[in-house]
């Protein structure tokens, strides 16, 4: 059960992250709603929960961490790509962005097939 919870917040936190930089450009003001403020955060909570409890039910803590560890690095470059997106403006904006919509896509393809490598 946890992991179709797992897979709705991802997708949740894709549409959330991709709707606040849309907003973020072209109607910050509607950012200070304090829903908006607080929603993401909320939601990437419990993405972290789910994530901590399907390590925990699947037993991949007694595996190899190679891939534990990759998503964990990509997931503080999301966090700080995500930063700069809803901070700076412009081409910056943008370039943030799409760092962290990469870093997301990374994310998901390792949890996918517990490797790091599995593009290459």
Same mark, same amino acid.
């Given at each position: 059960?946890?992991?179709?919870?797992?897979?709705?917040?991802?997708?949740?936190?894709?549409?959330?992250? %991709?709707?606040?930089?849309?907003?973020?450009?072209?109607?910050?003001?509607?950012?200070?709603?304090?829903?908006?403020?607080? %929603?993401?955060?909320?939601?990437?909570?419990?993405?972290?929960? %789910?994530?901590?409890?399907?390590?925990?039910?699947?037993?991949?803590?007694?595996?190899?961490?190679?891939?534990?560890?990759?998503?964990?690095?990509?997931?503080?470059?999301?966090?700080?790509?995500?930063?700069?997106?809803?901070?700076?403006?412009?081409?910056?904006?943008?370039?943030?962005?799409?760092?962290?919509?990469?870093?997301?896509?990374?994310?998901?393809?390792?949890?996918?097939?517990? %490797?790091?490598?599995?593009?290459?």
């Amino acid at each position: 059960m946890f992991k179709y919870v797992h897979i709705l917040l991802v997708a949740l936190v894709f549409i959330s992250f %991709t709707g606040r930089v849309l907003l973020a450009e072209f109607n910050p003001m509607l950012l200070q709603k304090k829903w908006l403020k607080f %929603t993401p955060h909320f939601i990437d909570s419990l993405l972290l929960l %789910t994530g901590i409890a399907l390590l925990i039910q699947g037993r991949w803590l007694h595996a190899d961490h190679d891939w534990l560890i990759a998503k964990g690095l990509i997931l503080i470059a999301y966090i700080g790509l995500g930063m700069l997106s809803m901070r700076k403006h412009g081409l910056q904006r943008w370039l943030a962005a799409s760092g962290a919509l990469v870093c997301l896509v990374f994310m998901v393809e390792i949890a996918v097939n517990k %490797t790091i490598f599995a593009f290459f």
